[in-house]
């Protein structure tokens, strides 16, 4: 289940972000209520941003360094196999 902002790389390789979406429907009583959630493409600009990024985590995984997200979201942690973690942001 995707949720609200989050980014996916799709089957076709490109990246999207998921978005809330009103679903108006002309002469209905509860149009603009219904919510779909769709997936955005995004700019060329993020494209080759979000792939640079993926490469740069997938050596560090080749390396034997584990990365995770920060628990506040604002940085990754690598932490290599027998040493203390390492904070990026």
């Known amino acids: 289940m995707a949720y ?3 980014l996916v790389k799709m089957q ?3 990246w999207a ?3 809330r979406c009103q679903v108006y429907r002309p002469g209905v009583a509860d149009a603009g209520e219904t919510m779909l959630l ?6 060329e600009r993020y ?3 979000l792939d640079d990024a993926a490469d ?3 050596e560090y ?4 360094v584990q990365v995770r997200l920060a628990p506040d979201a604002q940085g990754l942690s690598l932490q290599p196999e027998m040493s203390a973690s390492v904070s990026v942001n």
């Open 61 to 64: 995984r080749s390396q034997g």
């Open 56 to 58: 740069s985590l997938a």
């Open 17 to 19: 972000r998921f978005q």
């Open 4 to 6: 609200d902002g989050e």
């Open 47 to 49: 494209q080759q941003l």
């Open 38 to 43: 769709i997936a955005v493409e995004l700019e």
């Open 12 to 14: 076709n390789g490109r």
